[in-house]
């Protein structure tokens, strides 16, 4: 059974870069049979999708970050990675790697999250 | 791209059937078949209950089901239980620009 696991500071100040990484296990981030997400989660609030990167590196992203959003793969690691550039206190949230599916537009594997807070 | 409506909360009695309710567009819920639901137990990550509208996971209870009228997508728990006791978020692939849209999120209650 795949298991993703993200990792990265907990703390990121304000106008720097967060970056994070997810690194999966019981499955290959080399499979043409699914995307590789991020996706997050404002404390208290409701969940938002990030963008997705594909084994070839083709991505997609939320239209509303896609100026600050970076995601990247590394199937040497097994791993894929989430770059966001410039971030604010509003960018302060848990997030999720998750893995869909191709063809099904559901995300069926998470990880267990990270808390992000952008803070000086 | 706005999130898919659901009701803030929704509760029942151990035993009962309650039904949450994720009302989008025709460009969202109601033109395509790629509504899924979420459980999220306090902590916890999501997991998947329901994927192309009414299709479990293995694993999955088959006291949780999911169908689709029109731009309205539903989850129906049947004979509830404590552990049933979550956040539920529903999701759909839309023709928009942002192609993954969530649901505003339901807290379910047993009584």
């Known amino acids: 059974q795949v298991q993703l696991q993200e990792s990265g500071p907990g703390l990121v100040k304000p106008s720097e870069t967060l970056s994070l990484t997810c690194t999966v296990s019981?499955?290959?981030?080399?499979?043409?049979?699914?995307?590789w997400t991020w996706i997050r989660q404002p404390p208290g609030e409701g969940l938002e999708w990030l963008g997705y990167?594909?084994?070839?590196?083709?991505?997609n992203y939320n239209p509303s970050l896609k100026s600050r959003v970076t995601i990247s793969v590394d199937t040497s690691k097994n791993q894929f990675s989430l770059r966001l550039s410039s971030v604010t206190a509003a960018d302060t949230a848990l997030y999720y790697c998750?893995?869909?599916?191709?063809?099904?537009?559901?995300?069926?594997?998470w990880g267990q999250g990270t808390l992000v807070t952008v803070s000086s | 791209q706005s999130a898919l409506t659901q009701p803030a909360s929704v509760s029942g009695s151990p035993g009962q059937s309650i039904t949450i309710s994720c009302t989008g567009t025709?460009?969202?819920?109601?033109?395509?078949?790629?509504v899924s639901w979420y459980q999220q137990h306090p902590g916890k990550a999501p997991k998947l209950m329901i994927y192309?509208?009414?299709n479990r996971p293995s694993g999955v209870s088959n006291r949780f089901s999911g169908s689709k009228s029109g731009n309205t997508a539903s989850l129906t728990i049947s004979g509830l239980q404590a552990e049933d006791e979550a956040d539920y978020y529903c999701?759909?692939?839309?023709?928009?620009?942002?192609?993954?849209?969530f649901g505003t999120g339901t807290k379910v209650t047993v009584l």
């Open positions: 998750a893995r869909f599916p191709r063809g099904r537009y559901t995300f069926d594997s």
């Open positions: 019981g499955g290959s981030v080399g499979s043409p049979n699914y995307y």
């Open positions: 990167i594909f084994y070839s590196g083709s991505t």
């Open positions: 025709s460009s969202d819920v109601g033109g395509y078949n790629y």
């Open positions: 192309e509208v009414s």
């Open positions: 999701s759909s692939y839309t023709s928009s620009s942002n192609p993954y849209v």
